[in-house]
């Protein structure tokens, strides 16, 4: 499968697009944004250029992405009257895959200049804001045009589902869509490697776009320990794996095909993400911070659907092309979040994001 | 109405889409490619950037836009080996309204990417492409950041229907949708105080983006003389007027919205865009050619049904948005084919294209 022309969050407004199911994501990186400002005002303050490069990798089509370019905006713009500097000029450049519903964003830009212009008396900061298509695993933007990168919940997506999981074209991983109690050695070894070839690409990649002193804040879910089978994130794809077999024992997918299916995820550990950037050189790891979701939700909802509708919101482009338009995604997602909620009686949920805050050297 | 809420070629890749039937922009922009190609090439070798910004406005959704930078970068390339300089990096810019389609056209970028690499031994071309939404008529890119613009058949639409055509809130020109034969000298009037206001815009929005010995290659409708009323593209809305009126006097529509319905178009003078363009000052008219598109059309369609539906997929998303959901587009397109067969039958219709080349002063 060619993750670049067919993975995407779920387009649209409707009810389970990501638009809709992005409030999880939004509340996690709401936890940490008083280190995502410092980090940006540091870097300001720091290098203070006439025009700063702000880019969002993974920006997906919902309100997170633009409601964050406009704090970013006001926080420079504070820091500037502050230290009586000129206004820099922002350039935004957001990024996700070709595939990504950027029409939904783009359609949102008036009324974001709009608000901009409110309430200001004085001279609008210029803001030119820019779609850059592509997978990040690879060159996106010109040579050092960035100022600033940001990407919340990207980063565990692997550039493609790890072929090393495949011989003669048959899973190894036959019991599991991701690294399970099942897995033979090899699954997770598989994984970790596609794992550190991805994020040595993201960072060489990055580091001919980001000027010197430049700064990334990555936000990205991994796990606690080395154990990759924990109370964790592999729980959530355990469930999904168990909610896909019964689909299967029901005939509406192909047990040939469950077998085949893996996610191109991987929640890697402090430590694997630490060597890596230590291996490539580019940047200094600032700061790493370790941080839990909160699974309190807000109106009559559970956390099981909550996460069900934001899995569906994720998953639904890899689902569909994989098994077809027959399977029922609303059945699926709804024993999904029954699963959820049962786990969660049982015993604490914890699927740990780490906040990484890098600068280019 | 809000064109830029509203306005934008019919997306996707349907029969009725701008992507199948710009063929004739498309022919147009090919009789001139030579004028295009010779300038960017004496841009690069009088300016020779180590990165090239180059922006299409108004490209639209169709193929003609990415198939025209492919040429660029081609053409680039060639002069490069030949002077033996390193390759620029492309900086590549796509502009268009906010509700253009532009996931079409980003959905095509992979395989740009892999077209591109085909062929070539030596290193690719490093090109980078963003979307930028937006109206022209205003700033759309940052400063001093483009060395070329492209825009083809777009800078005859206003930015607004001219303001000057209502009258407490009545049109003053209810026998037409565009300057006709029964207009008051005040509609023409309307019309070209709108032209010069928005284009004086345009000229200096781009001066701030366009560094100094810049180019810029606008393609756009325009007429012959200083009549309004002519046998050229001023017919094309008398015949869209009569068959609305047809649509009108079945019921189909509203009479009321009919008389209020006027377009956000304008064929303006080679003296009023030389005129302009001097004014504004800041850019050099190097070269004003005037040509025709070919009235010959492949296939069993006739040359009418090849311009109602060239129409069609241009003026779709004002027509619903204005006269509502029942209008039947597919009568009205076929009598409007008709008649411009029927006028094509009686008299020559010539309409014409300008062809401007500026350097930035």
Known sequence: MDVEKVFHMSGGVGKTSYAQNSSLQKKASDMVKHITMETILQLYNEVTPKSLGIADLGCSSGPNS??????????????????????????????DLPTND???????????????????????????????????????????????????????????????????GKSINKGGVYISKSSPPSVSRAYGNQFREDFSLFLKSRSEEVVTSGRMVLITLGRIGQEHVDRGNSLFWEILSKCLAISASQGEIEKEKLECYDVHFYAASRNEIEDEVRREGSFELQRMETFEIEKQVKGGDSYGTAVAMTVRAIQ??????????????????????????????????????????????
Chains 1, 2 share one sequence.
């Open 316 to 361: 639904e482009s890899m689902l569909y092309n994989h098994f077809g338009d027959g399977i029922n995604l609303d059945i699926l997602f709804h024993n999904y979040a029954k699963m959820v909620d049962q786990e969660m009686a049982n015993q604490q949920i914890n699927p740990i994001t780490f906040l990484l805050v890098l600068k280019k050297l």
């Open 102 to 168: 950027f029409n939904s964003v783009f359609k949102s830009l008036p009324d974001f200049h709009r608000d901009l212009k409110k309430d200001r008396n004085e001279r609008c900061p210029a803001v030119f804001i820019a779609g850059y298509p592509g997978s990040f695993y690879g060159r996106l933007f010109p040579n050092n045009c960035l100022h600033f990168i940001y990407s919340s919940y990207s980063l565990h997506w692997l550039s493609k589902v790890p072929p090393g999981l495949y011989e003669n």
């Open 66 to 95: 633009l409601s964050l370019i406009k704090d970013f905006v006001e926080a420079v713009e504070g820091s500037s009257h502050k230290m009586f500097r000129p206004l820099p000029e922002f350039r935004v450049f957001l990024n």
